[in-house]
């Protein structure tokens, strides 16, 4: 069964940082395009940062500048390194892989900024 599991979450001030992780249980983790989402509440599920199986980035305008995602392939691990939170960043974390035929999610990581 695959599991994308996510760790790194928890409460921290504004202006602090976190780095996410999220470790895929995938035989051909290099063949997934990965990214993370986040959920805050009474909102919709949105992208935060993507990288592509070749290495390509994107990110919500929301995070640029502030978040770098990168994957470790050897480690079948994507991260997600947020600075400069802001309380508007609370929200649920959420590791997604997608490859050609399947999509798989994690259970999320909770991050709460105080201001």
């Known amino acids: 069964q695959v599991q994308l599991v996510e760790s790194g979450g928890g409460l921290v001030q504004a202006g602090g940082s976190l780095r996410l992780s999220c470790v895929a249980s995938?035989?051909?983790?290099?063949?997934?395009?990965v990214a993370w989402y986040r959920q805050a509440p009474g909102k919709q599920r949105e992208l935060v940062a993507a990288?592509?199986?070749?290495?390509?980035?994107n990110y919500a305008d929301s995070v640029k500048g502030r978040g770098t995602i990168s994957r470790d392939n050897a480690k079948n691990t994507v991260y997600l390194q947020m600075n400069s939170l802001k309380p508007e960043d609370t929200a649920v974390y959420y590791c997604?892989?997608?490859?050609?035929?399947?999509?798989?999610w994690g259970q999320g990581t909770q991050v709460t900024v105080s201001s």
């Open positions: 995938l035989s051909m983790f290099k063949m997934y395009n």
């Open positions: 990288v592509t199986t070749g290495g390509t980035t």
């Open positions: 997604n892989a997608r490859g050609f035929v399947f999509e798989y």
